[in-house]
DNA sequence: TATCTTTCATACTTATAGTTCGATTATCGT
DNA sequence: ACGATAATCGAACTATAAGTATGAAAGATA
């Protein structure tokens, strides 16, 4: 078989167990799908699988990088050059939250949380910087604060990507955990919290 | 054996097996401590253990019980009805920031990560509140800004105290996670980077 | 056809949480 | 001190799932 047919193939594997793997992880949870359940509904044996990807883990990395993917593209759709600044801050906050809606299993990866969930082995694997696209854009946003000569004279660009970064995940993370004291204590549901917050944090950023 | 005595002995017991569990847990880590580890180390057999607590989550769990009141108890001893609001904040950052060094474990479930890092049998305890005692703190906090007359205007107490805990411990984490990209990218140590991120997210609570 | 390569089925290994139960030991009322 | 009751022990057992090993089958290659 030539070599280029043969990567070809191998991708389309790879491919398919990703999203048998997608399917289940999404539908049962990460730690209730077993390797034997991804091969399975992926129509291949297990050791296929394992000449494909080395753990669990390592599945389940692949498709957090999938997500990046599919995150950042969403956010580079609705920030473009001729939005401006605050409006830019505002869709990438939306394209966070609705992110984290929609994968709610995937976003805490995402956001810089430990890999997967349990694994007493621990692979250990290079951590590598699963944040970095993200970064940069958060980085190109703060860019156009200075252009357009609105973030306070203090802010130095790079913590501040850091800062908004964690800020805004922590405000969407405990939004989604702590909705019964948003809605008891709080008396205010998740979206309207939200904006509240990222407003106040807004606030933050720019010359008053 | 009279009732009261009875009661001390099992408090005994139950204080026992938790301080063995805390001292694998913080040794090898939570993951990596096996429940005959834990009857082992504290001179119990396996049943035993058992007796006294339900899984090993439901140890895991008292055991972040006590470490919230450690914290609550700390934050209270540096911050009284003297400090005044800044100095407070910047108190309480820095509690929860030598805490977090402390007990780095711990950290993420005080801050309302989901409770253990693994179990495939998800036993679902009610996810009973443990931030109350933190987020009390944090209200009296804001309220002496209120007091105080240094609070911008628009700030609603309810929703700032989880916004002020979110972001907090939000900054705090991502620190922790990102320390080689704080090193290579940002060019700042840690405690810098912190003080940064507090002094800026300090800003968007306050008049100018 | 002879030889790789890929996939498959199956059974095995290892690890650990949690359970069960009969035996043992300590405690207590009398 | 004695017999009942309760706490503890020990050890085997169940269940589950990740990852491995192996040899057979199927498929491509030349």
Same sequence: chains 1, 2.
Avoid at 23 to 50: C, N, P, Q, R
Avoid at 129 to 136: A, H
Wanted: glycine fraction near 4%; aromatic fraction near 10%.
């Amino acid at each position: 078989m030539g070599t280029r047919k043969k990567a070809a193939l191998e991708q389309f594997n790879r491919d398919n167990i990703l999203e048998a793997a997608k399917e289940l992880f999404e539908l049962k949870g990460v730690e209730a799908t077993t390797m034997d359940d991804i091969a399975k509904h992926a129509d291949y044996s297990k050791s296929t699988i394992y000449v494909y990807f080395k753990s669990k883990e390592d599945i389940y990395n692949s498709i957090v990088e999938d997500y990046m993917s599919i995150l950042t593209g969403e956010i580079e759709t609705c920030i473009d050059a001729e939005t401006g600044f605050e409006d830019s801050y505002y869709r990438l906050c939306d394209c966070l939250v609705s992110f984290e809606e929609k994968y709610p299993k995937y976003y805490a990866s995402l956001m810089g949380e430990e890999k997967m969930t349990n694994s007493r082995k621990r692979t250990d694997i290079i951590n590598q910087d699963v944040g970095k696209e993200l970064r940069d854009l958060i980085s190109s946003l703060l860019e156009k604060g200075v252009k357009h000569n609105v973030l306070r004279k203090d802010i130095e660009l790079q913590p501040t990507v850091l800062y908004v970064w964690s800020a805004i995940s922590g405000i969407i993370q405990v939004a989604d955990r702590k909705k019964d004291i948003l809605k008891n204590k709080v008396n205010m549901d998740r979206d309207e919290y939200l904006k509240y917050s990222f407003r106040t944090f807004y606030e933050s950023l720019v010359r008053r």
